[in-house]
């Protein structure tokens, strides 16, 4: 269902508005970027007043905050499905990879606004865009620690390290996907070679 198209044909109910309101401002931001999308530019996206924007968020900030923690809530979703399967270190992260390609395949407004809200260091957002970074990564550390409690990771391994390694690289990955000269085939390589790399395993190595 289109939801801008639906909240032109019918009275919604304030939880289904806050949530359309919501989609388009994804892609607003998407589009425009944190720093310049405006109540008017949602307003126009959802076929609605700009009035009725300022009914749910009453300043800009309250709309860059909502904006953003859907789209964290939407990472987060990944990175849980992934750690709610129990894999292995090295399958786990392998798999977290591929499931962030596919959320960006999926759902590309949302990981547009991630990569744009990574950059914004002078930006009010970048306190909670560090906030949101850092629960990812004690995650990525914790499947690395969990490996070594199994032994199959080495205890020499830096998991602080390891983890920043593939969070950086999900960056990678997520522009991979959005560029159509990438193909599946190259994102199982990079994927493959960014898990390899930050968890120090040679590339003939057999994985436990």
Known sequence: MNLANEGRRARLSPETRRSQLLVC????????????????????????????????????GDLV????????????????????????????????GRAFALGAQANPDVIRVWLD?????????????????DQFQRAAEQI???????????????????????????HAVALMQLTADSSSEDLEIFIDQLVRGAMGIAADAIIA
């Not at 199994?150 to 390290?161: F, I, M, R, T």
């Open 25 to 60: 401002s994804i892609a607003v931001f998407a589009e425009h970027g944190i720093a310049r999308a405006t109540h008017s530019q949602v307003a126009e996206k959802a076929g609605v007043s700009v009035a009725a924007v300022y009914s749910y968020f009453r300043t800009r």
């Open 117 to 133: 809200w990574s950059t914004g260091v002078g930006l009010e957002s970048w306190p909670t865009y560090l906030q949101a970074l």
């Open 144 to 170: 690395l620690i969990d490996g070594k409690r199994q032994g199959v990771v080495p205890d020499c391994l830096n998991v602080k390290a390891a983890a920043r390694i593939c969070l950086s690289g999900g």
């Open 65 to 96: 905050s909502a904006t953003l923690v859907e789209v964290a809530r939407y990472l987060r979703e990944i990175l849980e499905g992934t750690l709610e399967k129990g894999l292995p270190p090295f399958d786990a992260l392998i798999d977290l």
